[in-house]
């Protein structure tokens, strides 16, 4: 089995003590997330996949593409999926001043706000790239960080099977997979991550695992509803683009 970043106990170390990288649990309960959309097609398409297995996923959406779909993301709030923010631009925090990095979570907020009726609570940096800045600026403005503990790269479309057993072979209780239903352009293929989620979940289910959402993973499904005070006054004072 190819070695990850993410399998490698010092990086694991280092990253479990800023992000939510996986759930305290012993029980077979895990959460499946996606990247970089909304998608006009590849994110209907598993919203309706998920939908049919009675399973509940959060997606972190792109700003620039909440913008253009808003109705996709307002259709997964509403079959119960958790909408988190992966940014406006999905460009790397770690190189922007504060009020840049500001600016990309407090317009994307916004917009999720707008879709849905609620803000989110959990943020993934674009890339996993971030510092302490980043890190700062994010628990400012009420969200909680998360990465992840399995990533197949089914981004660059290594193929459906090395998607599946990728994920399956590092599967453990409270893990968090991280895939994607975007991509930069908005007509990135994810064909194969569609199918690769197809297969994941049959197994998975039939293994007697159960998915939730971040919030309900990590029993902090209030971290889902708008955040008062400092948020709201960021929100405020960034107008969403148009």
């Keep these: ?9 010092a990086v694991r170390a280092y990253l479990d003590k800023r992000f939510l990288c996986q759930a305290l649990t012993q029980e077979k309960r895990l ?3 996606f990247d970089d959309g909304p998608h006009p097609t590849h994110t ?3 919203c309706e996949m998920l ?4 399973i ?3 997606f972190f959406v792109v700003g ?4 253009r779909f808003p109705g996709v993301v307002a259709r997964l709030a509403a079959e119960g999926h958790e909408i988190g923010n992966h940014t406006d631009l999905h460009l790397p925090l770690a190189f922007l001043p504060r009020g840049m990095i500001r600016k990309e979570l407090a317009v994307t907020d916004d917009l999720i706000a707008r879709a849905t009726g609620r803000g989110p609570g959990f943020f993934r940096p674009p890339m996993g790239w971030f510092n302490d800045t980043v890190l ?3 628990a400012r403005m009420g969200y909680r960080p998360v990465i992840g503990s399995i990533h197949p790269h089914d981004s660059r479309k290594p193929g459906v099977k090395t998607i599946v057993e990728h994920v399956l072979r590092r599967i453990e209780p409270g893990a968090i997979i991280i895939l994607h239903d975007g991509g930069w352009v908005v007509g990135a293929d994810r064909s194969q991550t569609v199918r690769a989620v197809d297969r994941l979940t049959d197994n998975l289910l039939a293994d007697g695992y159960r998915f939730e959402t ?5 029993r902090q499904p209030g971290l889902s509803n708008p955040i008062p005070g400092r948020r709201e006054q960021e929100r405020d004072s960034v107008p969403a683009r148009t």
């Design 31 to 33: 959460a499946i997330t």
């Design 1 to 9: 089995m190819k070695r990850e970043l993410l399998d490698i106990p």
């Design 64 to 67: 620039r593409h909440v913008r």
């Design 136 to 138: 700062a600026e994010a």
């Design 214 to 218: 971040l919030g309900d993973l990590v």
């Design 56 to 58: 509940r996923a959060t």
């Design 44 to 46: 209907l398409e598993i």
């Design 51 to 54: 939908e049919r297995k009675g």
